[in-house]
C-alpha cells in the first residue's frame, strides 16, 4: 500500500512539474508576444528615391529607414511592400499575378537604433511612380506604415547617332524676321573698344596684356533665344497600338534633347502638348521660362503625361497667337496636319514667328514651315 502511494506522489508530482512547465513556457511565450508587440508599436518605417526624377533607362536608389524606438531588441522584421515591375529591383526578379514586384525586407533592430537600407532600381518605363504604404504581420495582426514615396521617370534620352540627326536639321535654317541677337554663351576671340560697346564685354585680362587699349569679348550671333515646342498627339492612329506609342515616346524623348539644349545654352523655352495628364487636365502648356528648376519641371509634366489625345492642337496654336506670341522660334511635332492647324500656323507666322515641323514619320525630316503666300512666290 505505501509503494502504491508513493507512486501515485511521483506521478502526481511530475504532473505538477509538467503543469508549472508548461505554465512557465506559457508565460514566456506571452511575454515574448507582448515584447513584441510593444516594439512594434515603437517602430518608425520610411522610404524614399534618391533623386525626385531620373531618365528612362537609368537607375536609381530606393532608401528605407527602419527605426526601434523602444528599449527591447527586434529580430526578422519583415516589411513587405508591392513594387510596380517598371521599376525594377536588383535581386527580387518574382512578380506577383497582377504584374508587381512582391518586395521584402527583413530587419533585426537593437533597441534606439535606425538601420538605413539602400536597393538600386532600374526605370525601365516613363511615367509617375507612387509607394503608398508597407506593412508587417505578427499573430495574423496587420501592421501598417505609412510611407509615402514618389518617383518621376523622365522621357530616354536621345542616343548619340539620334541627337546627331536631329541637330543636323536644327541648325539649318532659313532667313527670319527673329531679331539677331548677342549669345552671351558663345566665345568668338578679343577685339578693340568701340563707342557703345557694353562696360560688362570689356576683357581686363587681355587688356592689361596688351596695354594702350581696351579690349572687349567678342560673341556669336543668334537668331533670337526664345523656343515654343509643340507636340501633337492627334495622329490618326488608334492611340492603343504600339505603332502610336512608340511615335509619341520618340516625340517625347526629342523634346527631352531639345530642352536640355536650350538649357545649355541658356535659351528661354516653352511646352505644349495635346495630351491628357495623369490629373485628368486635357492638355499641358508651361510657359517660356529658363534655368534648371525650370527644365526639371517640365521633364516631371513630361512624366505624366498619358498616351492618348485631349485638346485639338489648332485650339491650343491659336491660344498661343491670342496671347501675342511673337518673336519666337515654334518647333512642331506632328504626324499629321489639317487645316485648322494651318490657320493658326499662319497667324502666328504672321507674328514675326518662325515655325519648323519635326515630321515624326520616318521618311519626313526637320522642316520649316512655309505659308501659302510664301510657296506662291516660289
Known amino acids: 500500500m505505501e509503494q502504491l502511494l508513493y507512486q501515485l506522489f511521483v506521478i502526481f508530482d511530475r504532473i505538477a512539474a509538467a503543469f508549472v512547465y508548461i505554465v512557465l513556457v506559457i508565460l514566456v511565450l506571452a511575454l515574448l508576444a507582448a515584447a ?18 531620373v531618365f528612362e533607362g537609368g537607375e536609381v536608389s530606393l532608401i528605407e529607414e527602419i527605426s526601434n524606438r523602444s528599449f527591447l531588441p527586434i529580430f526578422h522584421v ?34 534606439f537604433t535606425t538601420i ?15 509607394l503608398h504604404t508597407a506593412q508587417t504581420y505578427f499573430l495574423k495582426k496587420e501592421y501598417v506604415f505609412d ?65 594702350g587699349h581696351f579690349y572687349v569679348n567678342q560673341t556669336d550671333y543668334m537668331t533670337g533665344n526664345r523656343q515654343m515646342l509643340y507636340l501633337n498627339f492627334e495622329t490618326g492612329l488608334d492611340f492603343t497600338t504600339d505603332e502610336y506609342r512608340q511615335y509619341m515616346e520618340t516625340a517625347l524623348s526629342y523634346t527631352s534633347y531639345l530642352l536640355e539644349r536650350a538649357l545649355r545654352n541658356g535659351y528661354e523655352i516653352g511646352f505644349c502638348a495635346n495630351c491628357l495628364m495623369i490629373d485628368g487636365a486635357k492638355y ?22 498619358r498616351m492618348t489625345r485631349g485638346q485639338s492642337m ?65
Open 147 to 211: 510611407s509615402h514615396a514618389s518617383l518621376y521617370v523622365y522621357p530616354r534620352q536621345l542616343a548619340l547617332p539620334e541627337r546627331r540627326y536631329l541637330s543636323c536639321y536644327l541648325q539649318s535654317m532659313e532667313a527670319t524676321n527673329i531679331p539677331i541677337l548677342s549669345d552671351p554663351f558663345s566665345f568668338a576671340g578679343i577685339r578693340e573698344y568701340r563707342a557703345g560697346d557694353s562696360f560688362h564685354s570689356i576683357n581686363f585680362k587681355a587688356t592689361a596684356r596688351h596695354g
Open 116 to 130: 538605413r537600407r539602400t536597393h538600386t532600381a532600374l526605370c525601365q518605363k516613363r511615367g509617375f511612380y507612387e
Open 78 to 111: 519583415d516589411i513587405e511592400s508591392r513594387v510596380t515591375q517598371h521599376i525594377h529591383l536588383h535581386g527580387y526578379g518574382l512578380l506577383d499575378p497582377d504584374g508587381t514586384q512582391h518586395f521584402i525586407s527583413r530587419f533585426a533592430i537593437m533597441p
Open 284 to 305: 499641358l502648356r508651361y510657359p517660356m521660362s529658363r534655368g534648371l528648376y525650370n527644365y526639371e519641371e517640365i521633364l516631371k509634366q513630361l512624366a505624366c503625361i
Open 314 to 378: 489648332a485650339s491650343l496654336l491659336l491660344m498661343d497667337a491670342q496671347e501675342n506670341l511673337s518673336n519666337t522660334e515654334l518647333f512642331l511635332m506632328t504626324l499629321t496636319s489639317d487645316d485648322r492647324m494651318e490657320k493658326a500656323i499662319e497667324r502666328l507666322e504672321m507674328q514675326d514667328n518662325r515655325i519648323h515641323f519635326i515630321w515624326l514619320n520616318e521618311d519626313k525630316e526637320v522642316t520649316p514651315y512655309v505659308s501659302l503666300n510664301q510657296a506662291s512666290l516660289m
Open 36 to 53: 513584441r508587440r510593444y516594439s512594434l508599436n515603437h517602430i518608425t518605417y520610411r522610404r524614399y528615391f534618391s533623386s525626385a526624377g
